[in-house]
């Protein structure tokens, strides 16, 4: 079955990088997924990368996939306190199924 | 455009009692979903629709019941609810496949006693 692990927390200072990592078990998957979920809310897609790449930029995200390890990383540059959240790696399985991890809390301090 | 909605926000219930839960789309899309998501667990699914008046089970079916009468409502209800179902809920819309992943909506707060 599918299993995807993720560490509970992550404390920053403002200004440095964050990186969060996953680790998932479906080699099938297409797509592997980074949402973030503020307090009280739900939760809002950042950024995706397809199997076949190792690597996606999007401004201040960064998004490296490690497929014969099966890792998945989230490196957010120039942290920001409103990036305080937690985070949820995510991978999709045939019919558009996603599995998620337990979630990352990042902590951003001043 | 609203995207997806829930209702309620909150609510609270006695061990035993039952309740819907309601989750509206103005998206069209065709997939709808209900999780629940409890501390340090992330999102499990409970049941899934993959078009108007069908339903499938997902990991956490158990206790709740599914339908999908018209394409942008999909009910969750839950018959007898018990402690165990205490949790947050989202409703979640998506397109069949490929790179348009799911969107949720804000979530319902629900507490059993």
């Known amino acids: 079955g599918e299993d995807v692990e993720q560490s509970l927390f992550l404390s920053v200072r403002e200004g440095d990088s964050s990186v969060i990592n996953c680790t998932y078990t479906d080699s099938s998957s297409t797509y592997l997924y980074w949402y973030k979920q503020e307090p009280g809310a739900g939760l809002q897609l950042l950024t995706y990368i397809f199997s076949n790449m190792d690597m996606k930029q999007d401004q201040r995200l960064t998004v490296l996939l490690n497929k014969k390890d099966k890792h998945l990383s989230l490196r957010i540059a120039d942290t920001q306190t409103g990036d305080s959240a937690i985070y949820f790696c995510a991978e999709n399985n045939a019919g558009n199924m996603l599995t998620f991890g337990g979630g990352t809390r990042l902590m951003v301090k001043p | 455009n609203a995207g997806v909605t829930q209702t309620p926000k909150f609510r609270v219930l006695k061990t035993g009692q039952s309740m819907t839960l309601l989750c509206a789309q103005d998206m069209n899309h065709e997939y709808m979903y209900w999780y629940r998501q409890d501390p340090g667990m992330g999102l499990r699914l409970i049941h899934y629709s993959v078009g108007e008046g069908t339903t499938a089970k997902g990991e956490v079916p158990d206790g709740y019941n599914v339908s999908r009468l018209k394409k942008q409502n999909f009910l969750l209800g839950l018959e007898s609810a018990a402690p165990s179902q205490t949790s947050v809920y989202f409703c979640?819309?998506?397109?069949?496949?490929?790179?348009?992943?799911?969107?949720f909506g804000p979530g319902t707060r629900l507490t059993v006693l």
């Open positions: 979640a819309i998506s397109r069949p496949a490929g790179t348009d992943t799911q969107y």
